[in-house]
């Protein structure tokens, strides 16, 4: 059929099944506008700002697992949209992103809105394309979707020009993707495998390191099974949160910078690292000489880069985790559990010399407190996006995850901003759960414009504003790194949080004691509304324990006892 | 510590507009050096040769490679070990020099004179890199004023 180009983009958009489009119309992108408000196949959310359309398909795409969509226009449009692109790049997060361009003529002659944006892109997508002519676009729209979703996932962007949006041309959507030089590998090398397992088997102290590749693949309900049938302790990144239940006698914690002291300790001891879907961030290993250094390394990772790329692997094993998983519980039987006994009591007594908790406290509230309280209250029944600082640790750190796809923050990027949008997009995908964001008194500023388009399109996020009068994480590393002094992060000069949301037409609760947090939260989940829930914590608190940047994993900075009196 | 080698990686890629720009941002992005690269379309085919010369440990040219090879329009990377490599150097004399030195030189390093102008030659040749480089130092004496190097390409044997 003979149809525009932007006729192409809502065709190819209906054709991936895509529901959803967040975006923010401009010059450059109105052909493919004009077609939206002719559909009525998909929905378009409106956001308030670029950066925050994108972040939304990020929530979206990591609470569904399906392709996150955003649009936005030329010049400002992508600029605004590049942090967030940046973000997705990180997390390996699938989004298809399409931007309007000037026209083709104009190209390269400062136009207006015009920049150069597959230039800047490069760096932070998995793959762009500019495209030239619409006879292209079928193609590169049905690849665009493809590549975001398949091997490692990654953000897509496409630019199109918009005199491409009004040429006509074919429109064929039913030729199979064939990228002669793209074909992710996604069957694990048996052999390799059971090498692995074997290796496994005559282990003394192996350890699961799951990373959000566990996620992305949809293994999590596969991986559950290989521990229990193996009894192998298991520690989480922070991208993994949610593999396994809170409650998994298997799961030690999240390790890393701040994770708990006995999962480290674990990673510290292992003698065999089971590596599935995870990179070897530096906020998880700590000093790389010393990091699992008595360990040989499983490493399953769909990405060839990944592996051997920080910590060398002595099994490596490409492949989607999921395949490599299934194949490994079917050869499970090699392993005894029991094996390990004495290893798991070795953990236990580690987890509890120096347990994950924090120090009550009668008058303050504790921002931990805060997250275990949201877990009492919903548990399963919310999911939880988070800003970047403390707040985001201690959500980590404390919530009592059920499942995978509970958990998305923005871990690689660490993007304040990030959160509220987030959550939208996870209202989107989930709109049966409870969708909270926990943030911060600095971050939530980052895109509080979103208010607006929450409550416009009924999408009614709860904000737990952890409120510490800082720009806390910061703070901390200024109080145990640079002798106290607080450069620039004291935040004491604030909004009134709760007029902020009642301006937009949401609601506001300021909160101080435990039971007014117990009243808002119930009232806000109970009347279904955007609510920004202004929680005053004790400012001074820190996030414990800590593995100082660069140090090693087993020379943690732990909780200070209490004193008793 | 690591050691630092001399490496040519070859890389096949389509033919597209961007294609160059993607692989040279991967060496600065990742603070990766290039020594020289050659390119030039393969003959009958939608693909282009790339030839690379970089410096770097085995570990980060392993890296090196995969990422490469990550990018959506590279076909192959070869990191060559035994290979048949040349470069081809141009060199602009004064015509007043000594010409029947300088043409017994480039003799020796696969080379003549291609070309003689107002006041001024031009010789070509073409060897190996290292050889260029004695080349090179060979003619400094005959006051050479302009030098162009092509960079390697290689074909593993
Ligand atoms: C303030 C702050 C503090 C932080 N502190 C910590 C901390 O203490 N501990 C911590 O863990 N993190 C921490 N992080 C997060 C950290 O920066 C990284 O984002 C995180 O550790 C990376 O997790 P990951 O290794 O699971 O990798 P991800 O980024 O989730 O990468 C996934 C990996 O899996 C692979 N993969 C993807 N899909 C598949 C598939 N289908 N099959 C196989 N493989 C696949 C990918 O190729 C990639 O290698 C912190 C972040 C911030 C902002
Ligand atoms: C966009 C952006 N700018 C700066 C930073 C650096 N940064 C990391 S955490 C943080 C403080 C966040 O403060 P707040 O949102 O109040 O959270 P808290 O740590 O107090 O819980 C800052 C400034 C960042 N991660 N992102
Ligand atoms: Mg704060």
């Known amino acids: 059929m003979q149809i525009s180009g932007a006729q192409m983009v809502i065709e190819a958009l209906i054709a991936e099944g895509v529901d959803t489009v967040f975006g923010y119309p401009g010059g450059a992108i109105m052909n493919v506008y004009d077609e939206i408000y002719k559909q009525d196949k998909f929905h378009h959310i409106l956001t308030r700002h670029e950066q925050a359309a994108v972040h939304a398909a990020e929530g979206y795409a990591k609470a569904s697992g399906k392709v996150g969509v955003a649009m936005i226009t030329s010049g400002p449009g992508f600029t605004n949209a590049v942090t967030g692109l940046a973000d997705a790049y990180m997390d390996s997060i699938p989004l298809v992103v399409i931007s309007g361009q000037v026209p083709m003529s104009l190209i390269g002659t400062d136009a207006f809105q015009e920049i150069d944006a597959v230039g800047i892109s490069r760096s932070c997508t998995k793959h762009n394309y500019l495209v030239t002519t619409a006879a292209d676009l079928p193609r590169i729209l049905k690849e665009a979707f493809y590549i975001a979703s398949s091997g490692r996932p990654g953000p897509v962007h496409v630019d199109i020009p918009k005199d491409v949006t009004a040429q006509i041309a074919e429109f064929d959507y039913s030729k199979p993707v064939d990228i002669e030089t793209y074909k992710p590998n996604t069957k694990g090398n048996t052999r390799q495998i059971k090498k692995a397992m074997e290796a496994i088997a005559s282990a003394r102290r192996p350890l699961f390191y799951l990373g959000g590749g566990v996620v992305s693949s949809n293994a999590a309900y596969d991986v559950r099974e290989l521990v229990k049938r193996t009894g192998i302790p298991a520690v989480e990144t922070f991208m993994a949160r949610g593999t396994l239940r809170y409650d998994d006698p298997h799961l030690i914690s999240m390790l890393g910078m701040h994770g708990s002291y006995a999962a480290n300790m674990a990673m510290s001891e292992t003698d065999l690292v089971i590596a599935l879907g995870a990179r070897f961030d530096d906020r998880v290993t700590g000093k790389l000489s010393e990091f699992a250094k008595n360990a040989e390394v499983i490493h399953v990772d769909i990405d060839p880069a990944s592996i051997s790329k920080l910590v060398n692997a002595h099994y490596p094993i490409v492949g989607d985790v999921k395949n490599v998983v299934l194949e490994m519980i079917e050869m499970s039987s090699i392993v005894n559990p029991e094996r390990y006994e004495g290893w798991r009591e070795t953990i236990s007594n580690f987890d509890e010399l120096h347990p994950l908790t924090f120090h009550e406290d009668s008058e303050r509230i504790k921002p931990q407190w805060v997250i275990k309280r949201i877990g009492e209250l919903l548990g399963d029944d919310a999911n939880i996006s988070t800003d970047v600082g403390q707040h985001q640790m201690w959500s980590a750190q404390f919530y009592p995850f059920t499942r995978p796809r509970q958990w998305v923050s923005s871990g690689g990027l660490g993007t304040m901003g990030f959160g509220f949008p987030a959550a939208l997009g996870v209202k989107v995908a989930a709109p049966e759960k409870v969708s909270i964001n926990v943030t911060g008194d600095g971050s939530i500023l980052m895109n509080i414009q979103e208010l607006m388009t929450a409550v416009e399109k009924k999408l009614p996020v709860i904000n737990v504003i952890l409120n510490n009068n800082f720009l806390g994480m910061v703070r901390q590393w200024q109080t145990l790194f640079y002798d106290k002094r607080h450069s620039e992060t004291d935040l004491s000069m604030q909004p009134d949080f709760v007029k902020v949301a009642e301006a937009f037409g949401g609601i506001g609760y300021r909160v101080t004691t435990k039971d007014e947090f117990d009243a808002a939260l119930k009232d806000a989940v109970a009347k279904n509304v955007v609510a920004i829930i202004d929680v005053v914590v004790d400012r001074l608190e820190n996030v414990m324990p800590m593995v100082p940047a660069g140090g090693s994993l087993f020379n943690m900075m732990l909780l200070e006892k209490k004193e008793k009196k | ?157």
Not at chain 2, 37 to 65: C, F, M
Not at chain 2, 125 to 130: I, S
């Open chain 2, 1 to 157: 510590m690591e050691i630092s080698e001399r490496r040519v990686i070859s890389v096949i890629v389509v033919n597209e507009a961007s294609v160059l720009s993607r692989i040279t941002d991967l060496f600065s992005a990742r603070g990766y050096n290039i020594t020289s690269l050659t390119v030039a379309p393969i003959p009958d085919s939608k693909y282009s040769r790339l030839t690379i010369v970089t410096s770097g440990s085995v570990r980060v040219v392993e890296q090196i490679t995969k990422q490469l090879h990550k990018l959506i329009p590279v076909y192959k990377v070869y990191e060559h070990a035994d290979l048949v490599e040349k470069e081809m150097a141009l060199v602009k004399f004064p015509i007043t020099e000594n010409l029947s030195d300088i043409s017994a030189l480039c003799g020796a390093y696969n080379g003549k004179i291609v070309n003689v102008g107002n006041g001024v030659i031009i010789t070509m040749v073409a060897d190996e890199p290292r050889r260029v480089d004695h080349y090179l130092d060979a003619i400094k004496r005959y006051n050479p004023k302009e030098i162009v190097r092509s960079g390697a390409v290689a074909l593993e044997r």
